[in-house]
């Protein structure tokens, strides 16, 4: 979908902030919030950012973001509820050195490790044939689906040339409904400068994106 | 702290985020949705385990072993994994080797996307409107920022991380390095080096003498 996530090439953000010595997580609620990752966000995760309200996007912290669409998400999904999650509220700020209750599992720590240490690819074994070879002069398609897409607006109507092959790999974009997501070729595309932003392009410099086979016709 | 809020609306932000937190925590403990102890163990990972260090161990490896410098740009997913770095981010790795002639950078336009495995996870400003937005349209504007002045006789190519692949940057071995071993390279390596963004500088010691 066309939302600010896709930020590629935008003005106006300013300099880039680097903080020295930053800690893993500045706050311990963050850690909490990535901790929880492993349960899922009904309908996924990137999608359900991307669907925020544009003003509240800008406005959030990256793990703000996190909190936010794993709560919504548990609560579309019937998981929990607001009255749910407001009466929790109140109980921690009633009572702000209550902790949340534990509950302590070493076995399916172990299996979460491992799990961990052996994530699925979306690489698949399957023998689909290529449409484009290394050195094939391809276009972006201009596409505009609702849905969630990797590929960002500034690359979409460009001409780039095939670099590199990775294989044939599942698609995370969201289809409508019915169409199941086929496995595809996925390339690496290397677009020049120039092409993406026109005269006022820096000299001697390319954008390298990793482009599904249905994002691409032959130029 | 984050240094663009200091504002009492970020604070109170901060502190409703704090209780949302622990609300959705307890809510989720309750239902048997997660325990305790797993959302411990991550947090402990990536505070303490997962980290650039990973990545540091891998350049500094393909500096001085040109076989696996030569496996690691074949198959970096294969070649990393070697050393032990599997995980979360990192099922497919692809490595990016600098040369005198091209230098590579990474950035996820889109969203943050990071190798967790061997980077830990990214820092504030890699995740930063300033940074996604910048990085692809002006490259060299954006390296001055962090300090490099690139000639334009060096190409640039910036890579936008928005498939699942995951990229890292094999820096160039700076020069006046060449009898350090292994171990004495990692620590010159630093997480920057490694998305693109700094160099790799000899220990002050080795630097020509002005």
């Known amino acids: 979908m066309n939302s600010i996530h896709d930020m590629g090439g935008m003005h106006g953000f300013g300099p880039i902030k680097r903080e020295e010595n930053e800690p893993v997580f500045h706050h311990a609620w963050e850690g909490r919030v990535f901790g929880m990752a492993g349960t899922p966000v009904p309908g996924g995760f990137r999608y359900a950012i991307e669907r925020m309200d544009p003003v509240h996007y800008l406005a959030s912290s990256y793990y703000e973001k996190w909190l936010f669409v ?17 009466d929790r509220i109140t109980y921690f700020r009633n009572n702000p050195n209550a902790t949340p209750p534990q509950r302590h599992d070493p076995e399916l720590v172990q299996r979460f490790l491992a799990d961990l240490r052996s994530p699925e690819s979306l690489r698949r074994e399957i023998s689909i044939e290529p449409a484009f070879d290394i050195g094939d ?22 001409r780039g040339l095939v670099a590199s092959f990775y294989g044939i790999q599942d698609i995370n974009d969201t289809l409508p409904p019915g169409v199941d997501a086929q496995p595809q070729p996925l390339y690496s595309v290397r677009f020049e400068a120039r092409e993406l932003w026109g005269p006022s392009a820096e000299p001697n410099c390319a954008v390298y994106l990793d482009m599904w086979e249905s994002y691409l016709e032959p130029a | ?6 504002g009492s609306e970020h604070i109170q932000a901060e502190i409703d985020a704090a209780l949302r937190t622990k609300a959705l925590e307890a809510l989720l403990v309750e239902k048997g949705l997660i325990t305790t102890d797993v959302i411990d163990e991550i947090v402990r990972l990536y505070e303490q385990d997962i980290g650039p260090l990973n ?13 696996y410098k030569q496996r690691l740009l074949e198959d970096g997913t294969a070649a990393i994994a070697e050393l032990g770095f599997t995980g979360s981010q990192g099922a497919e790795m692809v490595v990016l080797e600098d040369t005198p002639t091209v230098h590579n950078v990474v950035v996820c336009t889109l969203c943050s996307c990071y190798p967790w495995p061997i980077l830990g996870l990214p820092p504030t400003w890699y995740k930063s409107f300033a940074y996604r937005s910048r990085v692809v349209r002006e490259p060299r504007v954006v390296l001055r920022e962090f300090g490099w002045e ?13 498939s699942e692949v995951r990229y890292m940057v094999l820096p ?6 060449e009898h350090l071993s292994e171990g004495e390279l990692m620590p010159l390596v630093t997480r920057d080096a490694m998305i693109g963004v700094a160099k790799v500088e000899a220990p002050q010691a080795l630097q020509g003498g002005e």
């Open chain 1, 70 to 86: 794993k709560t919504q998400g548990l609560i579309e999904a019937g998981i929990l509820t607001q009255e749910q999650l407001d």
């Open chain 1, 137 to 158: 002069s391809v276009k972006a398609r201009n596409m505009h689906p609702v849905g969630h897409i990797r590929l960002p607006r500034y690359a979409r109507g460009r």
């Open chain 2, 1 to 6: 702290m984050p240094h663009e809020h200091h």
């Open chain 2, 55 to 67: 990545g540091a161990k891998v350049v500094a490896k393909a500096w001085t072993d040109p076989a």
């Open chain 2, 150 to 162: 690139l000639p334009e006789s060096i190409e640039i190519r910036v890579w936008d991380s928005n």
């Open chain 2, 172 to 177: 160039e071995r700076p020069a006046g390095t």
